[in-house]
């Protein structure tokens, strides 16, 4: 199998399963890490040291809060800041767009543009509380404007939250005042995530209970989760630059074996690890079929089997024919160039055959 779905979810470092291990183990690693004794403490620093790791990915001035998953992160910021009035780009993540449409909020829905991209003077409503843009579109790999979008937030008096699940790790933090992750989009374990909050903030809790992670989380932390998410954030950090070059190498190479297919989306402000790529007429599904040994997407895992049109690609202007003959091709880290090449080949090969 080939797998290029990298942005659906990413292979386990080994160096974050190494980690996770102490805290899995027959001996007291399975202590809760919120008692008092030995082991209790034991686990709570094993907390805290991932912590500190995990903090490296965003601006300093803040405090990192444990999540189950960005999904939650989002959630929390959004309920937490307790706006009435908010505005979002029209391509993020149903994490946000659901969030934000839910309590009877007024939203504002800011468009992209034809490449996928929210305009850096993008006018926000008066009475706004929150503004709410992705770092990188996990569908088609955009980069979006998000400092000058922080800035044009203060402006109108609103906080700014970002959505950095596609690029934590992998570009600079943004300039925000929430900042939400996954750990297991940077080759950290899933069922972890984070919310970064900037100092001077204040947040309402999501989940109640015991007053776990300062208040604002209840329930019992796993430390094996933290330790994971804290070695793999602390891998990608290190490994930033290697990383970079070589998804770089391999998008060179899948555009050059797929130069007749169409890009969606800037070919310029993206993340180069997301390949969105459509060809007039393509039978998604069958192609799926024909090359069933590789990975790769339609869209977005999250919305997979919905039978509707991307709301990305929609977003971009493209009809629903077009938004349906899309593919995601997704890579990283732990993918080869021979991987890339003989995917690519494969995937071309049976795209033309549907024409003939």
């Not at 929430?178 to 309402?204: E, F, N, Y």
């Not at 950090?237 to 190498?249: C, M, P, Q, S, Y």
């Not at 929609?314 to 629903?320: D, K, M, R, V």
């Not at 993918?335 to 995917?343: N, P, Q």
Request: charged share 20%; with cysteine.
């Amino acid at each position: 199998m080939i797998y290029l779905d990298y942005q659906a979810t990413t292979p386990l470092a080994p160096e974050a399963r190494a980690a996770m291990l102490r805290w899995l183990g027959d001996d007291d690693g399975f202590a809760n890490p919120h008692s008092p004794h030995r082991p209790g403490r034991a686990a709570a620093a094993a907390v805290e040291a991932a912590r500190a790791e995990v903090a490296g990915l965003f601006p300093p001035g803040g405090r990192v809060i444990f999540t189950s998953g960005a999904t939650e992160a989002l959630n929390l910021a959004i309920h937490g800041v307790g706006a009435a009035q908010v505005a979002v780009s029209a391509i993020e993540h149903a994490a946000v767009l659901d969030t934000a449409f839910a309590g009877g909020r007024r939203v504002q829905v800011l468009p992209v543009d034809p490449h996928g991209l929210v305009a850096a003077d993008a006018w926000i409503q008066a009475g706004t509380g929150l503004v709410a843009v992705m770092q990188v579109n996990n569908e088609i790999g955009t980069i979006q404007p998000v400092d000058a979008l922080a800035a044009a937030a203060r402006d109108a008096g609103a906080l700014f939250l970002c959505d950095a699940v596609q690029g934590a790790g992998k570009l600079a933090p943004p300039d925000a005042d929430l900042i939400a992750v996954s750990a297991h989009k940077l080759h950290g374990p899933k069922g972890i995530g984070a919310l970064w909050v900037r100092d001077g903030i204040d947040l309402q809790p999501l989940v109640h209970g015991g007053g776990q992670e300062q208040g604002l989380r209840s329930g019992t932390l796993s430390p094996a989760l933290c330790a994971g998410f804290g070695a793999a954030a602390k891998l990608a950090l290190a490994r930033r630059g290697e990383d970079t070059a070589h998804v770089e190498a391999l998008w060179a190479k899948a555009r050059d074996i797929l130069a007749d297919w169409t890009l969606n989306g800037s070919a310029e402000q993206r993340w180069h690890g997301n390949l969105n790529l459509r060809r007039p007429g393509l039978d998604v599904a069958r192609l799926m079929s024909e090359c069933r040994d590789i990975a790769f997407s339609a869209g977005s895992a999250c919305a997979s089997g919905s039978g509707r049109p991307s709301h990305v690609l929609s977003a971009i202007g493209l009809e629903p024919g077009a938004a349906k003959s899309s593919v995601r091709l997704g890579f990283g880290r732990y993918t080869s160039l021979r991987d890339i090449e003989d995917a690519c080949v494969r995937l071309n090969e049976a795209a033309l055959s549907q024409e003939h």
